[in-house]
């Protein structure tokens, strides 16, 4: 760990919903950060505990729709369960102190929800609001629970520290400003020696609006604290054991990877890795902050440390992963439609529609141009693309738009294959041995991964074939 002399390294610890899921995991979460915070300062960012999140979401859907007994029901659900953590783990004094906080939430949950059954909407902006309440209520607990374990802890809502975009329900940071306003913002805390809790998940316009980061984004509120605050190193607490070589769903012989480079994390994570959320690593990436994934259930496992440059420069594939409910479509434009000039346009529309692709390719010289995309987006592509070469369909200057559905896509992960030959061809050919038939295929010059499409039914033997042969 580096860090000047003297002075204990900072370290920004960041809890997923399944640690902080009942009394029990709250409770290991105190000794956790009761225990590092011995060596380390500690900076905490917590998210709602598991299943919160979902539960207001629905919440809100409902009572948009009229319903009032889904939303009551809720709110019992919500009291009963953070009541739960606050009557088993807090001393009187804290119990004090907190359950009216947490009453304060509930009211403000009834609130909004009473307001979006008067007028049938939820708006986004609203939805961001009562979505991340749950943040509030396990950051108001866990910083009492620190308490009550005799740690001077103080709970604080990101909204007074991270600054965004007005694109709710995902929103990006400004960083610029968010950094200066996290450190200012925990300065008091930070300096009196106790611990910040921080909420997960939101932050706030300029204006102070109430914005989320997307699902899943507490691992990204970790890691723009972590970034802001300069930290020694992000530690992000699930309940996996680290990063693993293969879905273990699909590879039993799956292991842990002790150590990745930010670029294979982020191929990872955009592949459908649930480990991290797709934005987790770029706050941190410039500063060369590590990033540690360790599993809360099981803390004495190392984990995976997520690194600029890994010290293991074997060459060769690092990880598998997959998307199975994958699209491939397949354009073709004909003499007078020149292949950038339908690249462009079909991209464009991709573009329009926010859609990315998870790999695509040219082909011969007809100008056929293949991708793959999720089958969650197919129908807005298709739609898109059937308006954009409207004419160019009737007077036939483009072929149609050709969909295969049920692909997976298979890629093969790995910075140290640069400059190695014959990867490929292995790959190949332990798929070739297995009968599988590969549809397509996509490196990059920068050969960080190879890209198989597959049919979804051979997607397992597939991930098997490649890890058995790169021996993971
Ligand atoms: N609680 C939020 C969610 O469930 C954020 C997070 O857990 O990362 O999406
Ligand atoms: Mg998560």
Request: charged share 20%; glycine share 8%; hydrophobic share 45%.
């Amino acid at each position: 760990m580096t860090q000047s002399k003297g002075k204990k390294p900072l370290i920004v610890m960041k809890f997923g919903g399944s640690s902080v899921g009942n009394t029990e995991r709250m409770k290991c979460v105190g000794a956790l950060v009761d225990e590092h915070a011995k060596q380390a300062e500690v900076v905490v960012v917590v998210s709602a505990m598991g299943g919160v999140t979902d539960m207001l979401i629905r919440a809100a859907n409902e009572a948009s729709k009229g319903d009032r007994e889904h939303w009551k029901g809720a709110r019992q659900e919500l009291a009963r369960r953070h009541r739960a953590v606050a009557d088993q783990l807090l001393t009187p004094a804290e119990q004090a102190a907190v359950l009216p906080r947490l009453a304060e939430q509930l009211t403000n949950f009834e609130n909004l929800c009473s307001g979006f059954t008067l007028v049938r909407e939820v708006t986004p902006r609203a939805m961001d609001t009562l979505s991340s309440l749950g943040e509030v209520m396990s950051a108001t607990l866990l910083a009492a629970i620190l308490r009550s374990m005799g740690r001077a802890a103080e709970a604080i809502d990101a909204t007074q520290l991270i600054v965004t975009d007005d694109n709710f329900g995902s929103a990006s940071p400004i960083f610029e400003e968010t950094n200066a306003k996290t450190h200012q913002g925990l300065s008091a805390i930070r300096k009196k020696g106790a611990i910040p809790v921080v909420t997960g998940f939101r932050g706030a316009t300029r204006e102070g609006i109430c914005t989320t980061l997307g699902r899943g984004g507490s691992d990204y509120s970790g890691t723009i604290v972590g970034g802001a605050l300069e930290a020694d190193e992000v530690w992000i607490w699930t309940d996996v054991d680290g990063v693993m070589s293969a879905d273990p769903r699909l590879v039993p012989a799956a292991r842990i990877i002790p150590e990745i480079s930010y670029r294979e994390a982020i191929e990872l994570s955009f592949f459908g890795a649930k480990v991290l959320h797709p934005k987790t690593i770029q706050p941190v990436m410039k500063k060369k902050i590590p990033v540690w994934i360790k599993n809360s259930f099981n803390p004495t496992c190392p984990g995976t440390k997520i690194v600029a440059a890994p010290t293991d420069r074997t060459p060769g594939v690092k990880a598998i992963t997959s998307v199975s409910n994958a699209d491939l479509i397949t354009m073709s434009g004909k003499e007078s439609l020149s292949f950038p000039r339908l690249a462009t346009r079909v991209f464009n529309g991709l573009h329009l529609e926010d859609v990315s692709t998870l790999m695509a390719t040219q082909s011969s010289a007809d100008n056929v141009l293949c991708f793959a995309i999720h089958d969650a987006d197919l129908a807005r592509v298709k739609a898109r693309l059937g308006k954009t070469f409207e004419l160019e369909m009737l007077h036939e200057y483009v072929g149609r738009l050709e969909v295969m559905p049920k692909i997976a896509i298979v890629v093969a992960i790995g910075e140290n294959m640069k400059g190695t030959p014959g990867l490929a061809g292995r790959a190949f050919s332990a798929l070739g041995r297995r009968g599988i038939n590969i549809i397509a295929i996509a490196q990059g010059s920068s050969e960080l991964s190879i890209s198989f499409a597959v049919k979804s039914a051979d997607v397992k033997e597939a991930v098997k074939a490649i890890h058995e042969e790169f021996q993971l």
